[in-house]
């Protein structure tokens, strides 16, 4: 079982940075692929980006984002630049059992979420 806590969040000016951070907790989380999605108002669940055997990244956040993993601490991280309003939302961690070499985008193929931590982008 993987436990999953984030933190990091909270309110930035349109154009600013923040870093999210996941810590885990759990056997043999580097066998795990890692990812961060978000869940705006009145909207689904969508994947941010992905990190396993390859990266992967949202079109709406490319180039903007970038995750990293530190193994031996056992956390990952989701460094967030020029960010805008429309990136506001409740960010949420998610592990998958494997290293995956595919983007996974739908949330019900994850197996363990953290509790979500929430990002307002202020225009």
């Known amino acids: 079982q993987v436990r999953l806590v984030e933190s990091g969040g909270g309110s930035v000016q349109a154009g600013g940075s923040l870093r999210l951070s996941c810590a885990a907790s759990?056997?043999?989380?580097?066998?795990?692929?890692v990812a961060w999605f978000r869940q705006a108002p009145g909207k689904e669940r969508e994947v941010v980006a992905q990190s396993g055997l390859n990266t992967f990244y949202s079109d709406s956040v490319k180039g903007r984002f970038t995750i990293s993993r530190d193994n031996l601490k056992n956390t990952v991280y989701l460094q967030m630049n020029s960010l805008n309003a429309e990136d506001t939302a409740v960010y949420f961690c998610a592990a998958g059992r494997g290293t995956w070499s595919r983007f996974y985008e739908k949330p019900e193929t994850w197996n363990y979420w953290g509790q979500g931590t929430q990002v307002t982008v202020s225009s």
């Open positions: 759990g056997p043999h989380f580097s066998l795990h692929t």
